[in-house]
Nanobody, 119 residues
C-alpha cells in the first residue's frame, strides 16, 4: 500500500504561480510512473501531466508551456510547478502513482488539493 500526501494548493490570482507537491510512502517510488490529474466541478477527472519512471514527460495541451512536472526519487516526491495560472485551471488536483499506466486500477491516488485561480 502506498500513501500519498499532497500539499501546495491554494488561492492565487490569474497570472500567478503555485507549486504542488506529492510525497509518497515506501521505497519503490523510483519504479513508479507518477502524474497529476485535476477535476473541476461538473467535469471528469483528467490527466494534467505525467512523468514516467525513465523521466519522459507528457502534458495536456491546455497546460503545455505553463506547467512543469518533475520528480525527486530521493525524496519520494513529485512536483507540479504551475505558472501563468488561469481561472480555468481551478480544480481539485490529485496525485497518482503506480507501476503501470497512470490512472489504472492498480495505481494510487492522493486525497486531492484545491487550486483556485481568481481575482
Amino acid at each position: 500500500q502506498v500513501q500519498l500526501v499532497e500539499s501546495g494548493g491554494g488561492l492565487v490570482q490569474p497570472g500567478g504561480s503555485l507549486r504542488l507537491s506529492c510525497a509518497a510512502s515506501g521505497s519503490i517510488f523510483r519504479m513508479f510512473n507518477v502524474g497529476w490529474y485535476r477535476q473541476a466541478p461538473g467535469k471528469q477527472r483528467g490527466l494534467v501531466a505525467g512523468i514516467r519512471r525513465g523521466g519522459i514527460t507528457n502534458y495536456a495541451d491546455s497546460v503545455k508551456g505553463r506547467f512543469t512536472i518533475s520528480r525527486d526519487n530521493a525524496k519520494n516526491t513529485v512536483y507540479l510547478q504551475m505558472n501563468s495560472l488561469k481561472p480555468e485551471d481551478t480544480a481539485v488536483y490529485y496525485c497518482n502513482v503506480g507501476p503501470m499506466d497512470l490512472g489504472s486500477s492498480n495505481s494510487y491516488w492522493g486525497q486531492g488539493t484545491q487550486v483556485t485561480v481568481s481575482s
